[in-house]
Protein backbone atom coordinates (compact mmCIF):
# COMPACT_ATOMS: atom_id res chain seq x y z
CA UNK A 1 0.00 0.00 0.00
CA UNK A 2 1.51 3.47 -1.37
CA UNK A 3 0.02 6.75 -0.27
CA UNK A 4 0.26 9.36 -3.14
CA UNK A 5 -1.27 12.85 -3.09
CA UNK A 6 -3.31 11.98 -0.51
CA UNK A 7 -4.80 8.92 -1.91
CA UNK A 8 -3.64 5.35 -0.84
CA UNK A 9 -2.98 3.08 -3.57
CA UNK A 10 -3.24 -0.61 -3.44
CA UNK A 11 -1.18 -2.73 -5.81
CA UNK A 12 1.16 -0.96 -7.11
CA UNK A 13 4.69 -1.88 -7.55
CA UNK A 14 7.81 0.73 -6.79
CA UNK A 15 8.13 1.12 -10.43
CA UNK A 16 4.47 1.87 -10.88
CA UNK A 17 4.91 4.45 -8.64
CA UNK A 18 8.28 5.77 -10.32
CA UNK A 19 6.56 6.14 -13.58
CA UNK A 20 3.32 8.17 -12.12
CA UNK A 21 6.05 10.66 -10.36
CA UNK A 22 7.58 11.06 -13.34
CA UNK A 23 4.71 12.52 -15.18
CA UNK A 24 4.25 15.05 -12.31
CA UNK A 25 5.80 18.64 -12.14
CA UNK A 26 9.08 19.22 -11.89
CA UNK A 27 9.00 20.72 -8.24
CA UNK A 28 6.77 17.98 -7.10
CA UNK A 29 9.56 15.56 -7.98
CA UNK A 30 12.42 16.71 -6.47
CA UNK A 31 13.63 16.10 -3.00
CA UNK A 32 12.19 18.11 0.00
CA UNK A 33 15.64 20.55 0.20
CA UNK A 34 14.58 21.59 -3.55
CA UNK A 35 10.81 21.49 -3.01
CA UNK A 36 11.21 23.91 -0.20
CA UNK A 37 13.73 26.04 -1.36
CA UNK A 38 11.17 26.41 -4.75
CA UNK A 39 8.39 27.56 -2.04
CA UNK A 40 10.44 29.75 0.09
CA UNK A 41 11.65 31.70 -3.70
CA UNK A 42 7.76 31.02 -4.70
CA UNK A 43 6.37 32.85 -1.80
CA UNK A 44 9.08 35.56 -1.91
CA UNK A 45 8.16 36.16 -5.58
CA UNK A 46 4.58 36.57 -5.36
CA UNK A 47 4.76 38.62 -2.66
CA UNK A 48 7.18 41.32 -4.35
CA UNK A 49 5.30 40.79 -7.62
CA UNK A 50 1.86 41.48 -5.46
CA UNK A 51 3.43 44.96 -4.20
CA UNK A 52 4.85 45.84 -7.26
CA UNK A 53 0.98 45.34 -8.81
CA UNK A 54 -1.00 46.20 -6.01
CA UNK A 55 -2.20 50.08 -6.43
CA UNK A 56 -2.56 49.76 -10.21
CA UNK A 57 -5.93 51.42 -10.38
CA UNK A 58 -6.38 52.05 -7.56
CA UNK A 59 -6.19 55.94 -7.74
CA UNK A 60 -9.25 55.22 -10.16
CA UNK A 61 -11.52 53.14 -7.40
CA UNK A 62 -10.93 50.06 -9.84
CA UNK A 63 -8.86 48.32 -7.83
CA UNK A 64 -7.68 45.88 -10.78
CA UNK A 65 -4.06 45.34 -9.25
CA UNK A 66 -5.16 44.49 -5.67
CA UNK A 67 -7.00 41.59 -7.71
CA UNK A 68 -3.91 40.66 -9.90
CA UNK A 69 -2.03 40.47 -6.81
CA UNK A 70 -4.32 38.09 -5.00
CA UNK A 71 -4.43 36.04 -8.25
CA UNK A 72 -0.73 35.49 -7.83
CA UNK A 73 -0.46 35.24 -4.59
CA UNK A 74 -3.46 32.44 -4.41
CA UNK A 75 -1.80 30.28 -7.29
CA UNK A 76 1.38 30.73 -5.77
CA UNK A 77 0.17 29.39 -1.98
CA UNK A 78 -2.08 26.88 -3.79
CA UNK A 79 1.14 25.36 -5.42
CA UNK A 80 3.10 25.37 -2.43
CA UNK A 81 0.17 23.52 -0.56
CA UNK A 82 0.07 21.09 -3.54
CA UNK A 83 3.86 20.61 -3.22
CA UNK A 84 4.17 20.35 0.46
CA UNK A 85 0.71 19.72 2.02
CA UNK A 86 0.16 22.33 5.02
CA UNK A 87 3.51 22.69 6.03
CA UNK A 88 4.77 24.18 2.83
CA UNK A 89 1.86 26.63 2.56
CA UNK A 90 3.46 27.66 6.36
CA UNK A 91 6.75 28.24 4.72
CA UNK A 92 4.80 30.16 1.97
CA UNK A 93 3.17 32.35 3.94
CA UNK A 94 6.55 33.45 6.26
CA UNK A 95 8.31 33.97 3.49
CA UNK A 96 5.44 36.35 1.47
CA UNK A 97 4.98 37.79 4.67
CA UNK A 98 8.60 38.63 5.21
CA UNK A 99 9.24 39.92 1.87
CA UNK A 100 5.48 42.39 1.87
CA UNK A 101 5.93 43.66 5.09
CA UNK A 102 9.88 43.92 5.10
CA UNK A 103 9.56 46.09 1.89
CA UNK A 104 6.44 48.06 3.44
CA UNK A 105 8.86 48.76 7.13
CA UNK A 106 12.09 49.32 5.17
CA UNK A 107 10.94 52.36 2.94
CA UNK A 108 10.62 55.90 3.82
CA UNK A 109 7.79 58.41 3.36
CA UNK A 110 9.36 59.61 0.05
CA UNK A 111 9.89 56.26 -1.77
CA UNK A 112 7.30 53.75 -0.12
CA UNK A 113 6.10 51.03 -2.37
CA UNK A 114 3.44 50.08 0.04
CA UNK A 115 1.40 53.21 1.50
CA UNK A 116 -0.26 52.98 4.37
CA UNK A 117 -1.24 56.72 5.88
CA UNK A 118 -2.67 59.52 4.00
CA UNK A 119 -2.88 63.12 4.87
CA UNK A 120 -5.29 64.09 2.44
CA UNK A 121 -8.90 62.82 0.94
CA UNK A 122 -8.31 60.33 -1.72
CA UNK A 123 -10.28 57.40 -2.84
CA UNK A 124 -11.15 54.57 -1.41
CA UNK A 125 -8.82 52.29 -2.48
CA UNK A 126 -6.51 54.57 -3.25
CA UNK A 127 -5.86 55.48 0.21
CA UNK A 128 -6.66 51.47 1.67
CA UNK A 129 -5.01 49.34 -1.12
CA UNK A 130 -1.57 49.29 1.20
CA UNK A 131 -3.67 47.89 4.27
CA UNK A 132 -5.77 45.60 2.11
CA UNK A 133 -2.56 44.13 0.49
CA UNK A 134 -0.71 43.32 3.73
CA UNK A 135 -3.57 42.12 5.29
CA UNK A 136 -5.26 40.24 2.52
CA UNK A 137 -2.11 38.47 1.85
CA UNK A 138 -2.52 36.97 4.95
CA UNK A 139 -6.01 36.00 5.32
CA UNK A 140 -5.72 34.20 1.64
CA UNK A 141 -2.91 31.16 2.79
CA UNK A 142 -4.95 30.96 6.03
CA UNK A 143 -8.13 30.46 4.46
CA UNK A 144 -6.33 27.74 1.87
CA UNK A 145 -4.98 26.25 5.37
CA UNK A 146 -8.51 25.66 5.89
CA UNK A 147 -9.63 24.04 2.89
CA UNK A 148 -9.42 20.39 2.30
CA UNK A 149 -6.87 18.24 1.00
CA UNK A 150 -8.38 16.73 -1.80
CA UNK A 151 -8.40 20.32 -3.43
CA UNK A 152 -5.01 20.34 -3.65
CA UNK A 153 -3.75 16.79 -5.26
CA UNK A 154 -1.87 17.28 -8.40
CA UNK A 155 -2.94 14.36 -10.46
CA UNK A 156 -0.14 13.38 -12.79
CA UNK A 157 0.03 14.11 -16.34
CA UNK A 158 -1.15 11.62 -18.60
CA UNK A 159 0.56 10.56 -22.15
CA UNK A 160 -1.58 10.38 -25.09
CA UNK A 161 -1.21 7.61 -27.66
CA UNK A 162 -0.68 10.23 -30.62
CA UNK A 163 0.19 7.12 -33.02
CA UNK A 164 -3.57 5.91 -32.85
CA UNK A 165 -4.71 8.72 -34.86
CA UNK A 166 -2.09 7.40 -37.49
CA UNK A 167 -2.45 3.92 -37.51
CA UNK A 168 -3.32 2.11 -40.83
CA UNK A 169 -5.57 -0.10 -39.67
CA UNK A 170 -8.07 2.71 -38.26
CA UNK A 171 -11.14 2.67 -39.98
CA UNK A 172 -12.73 6.11 -41.41
CA UNK A 173 -15.77 7.63 -39.96
CA UNK A 174 -18.81 6.73 -42.00
CA UNK A 175 -21.18 9.21 -41.70
CA UNK A 176 -23.74 7.89 -44.25
CA UNK A 177 -25.32 5.47 -42.18
Do not use: K
Not at 85 to 101: E, N, Q
Not at 135 to 151: C, K, N, S, T
Request: with cysteine; proline share 4%.
Amino acid sequence: MFCYGGATLTGMTQSDIASENALLPWSHRQNAAVRIAVTLLAGAGSALIGTLAHRMGASSNIPYGLALAFAVMGLSAWCARARLDVSGLALHLIASSATAWGVALSTTSSNALIVIRFSAELPFFSEHAGNIWLYGLIAIQVAMALMPDRWFVVPPRTVIDRDAEHRDDAQPANDDQ
